[in-house]
């Protein structure tokens, strides 16, 4: 499956929690994410000049549970073949992965909120060294097209005031590294 997003800086989450609740939204508790970032690669190229085809390994624990992701770039960050499983050791799959030459080269800390709207799943982040943000994404075939889709994304974001220049087009693990980089 073919995972297509928007990312939108919020200035008031709680507001926007409000606006989703007006128009029938029911969101999930509280979730808390700690992901490790891993890498095969130097991670100046990955995280300064992503580009189509750059692989991802996360391990995300949420609520007591661990599950292991691969995300492969597409037409641009937000936009990846995503593949994703329920792991029960991740020590084991730390370990494996680094026989594997792959690292863990950045953490990104963060509560979410989920709700499903329409046939979209829209996620209030509250991440530790970033701020606020909205993600709104579809999952679609993996033949689907990303400026279609996005267009999509972006009329329906628009009903609660958000606009193109409030995205932000890259993941928080990128945004982390050059955050914690910069020169």
Same mark, same amino acid.
């Given at each position: 499956?073919?995972?297509?997003?928007?990312?939108?800086?919020?200035?008031?989450?709680?507001?926007?929690? *409000? #606006?989703?609740? *007006?128009? &029938?939204?029911?969101?999930?508790?509280?979730?808390?994410?700690?992901?490790? $970032?891993?890498?095969?690669?130097?991670?100046?190229?990955?995280? @300064?000049?992503?580009?189509? &085809?750059?692989? $991802?390994?996360? $391990?995300?624990?949420?609520?007591?549970?661990? #599950?292991? /992701?691969?995300?492969?770039q597409k037409s641009f960050e937000m936009d990846n073949l995503e593949y994703e499983t329920e792991i029960e050791n991740p020590d084991s799959v730390h370990q494996m992965l680094l026989i594997l030459g792959w690292k863990p080269v950045i953490e990104v800390k963060k509560i979410r909120k989920k709700v499903k709207f329409k046939e979209y799943e829209i996620c209030l982040d509250r991440?530790? +060294?970033?701020? %606020?943000?909205?993600?709104?994404?579809?999952?679609?075939? %993996?033949?689907?097209?990303?400026? #279609?889709?996005? *267009?999509?994304?972006? %009329?329906?974001? +628009?009903?609660?005031?958000?606009?193109?220049? @409030?995205?932000?087009?890259? &993941?928080? @693990?990128? =945004? $982390?590294? =050059?955050?914690? /980089?910069?020169?």
């Amino acid at each position: 499956m073919r995972e297509i997003e928007v990312k939108l800086k919020v200035n008031n989450l709680n507001f926007l929690e *409000k #606006e989703l609740s *007006k128009a &029938g939204c029911e969101f999930s508790e509280p979730i808390f994410q700690h992901d490790a $970032i891993y890498s095969s690669r130097n991670i100046n190229d990955e995280f @300064d000049k992503s580009k189509e &085809g750059d692989v $991802i390994i996360r $391990i995300r624990k949420q609520n007591g549970k661990a #599950e292991l /992701n691969l995300k492969k770039q597409k037409s641009f960050e937000m936009d990846n073949l995503e593949y994703e499983t329920e792991i029960e050791n991740p020590d084991s799959v730390h370990q494996m992965l680094l026989i594997l030459g792959w690292k863990p080269v950045i953490e990104v800390k963060k509560i979410r909120k989920k709700v499903k709207f329409k046939e979209y799943e829209i996620c209030l982040d509250r991440v530790e +060294k970033l701020g %606020d943000f909205v993600e709104i994404e579809k999952m679609t075939e %993996d033949s689907a097209d990303p400026k #279609e889709v996005r *267009k999509e994304l972006f %009329d329906v974001m +628009k009903q609660f005031g958000f606009s193109e220049k @409030d995205e932000e087009t890259r &993941g928080y @693990d990128t =945004q $982390i590294y =050059q955050l914690e /980089n910069k020169k």
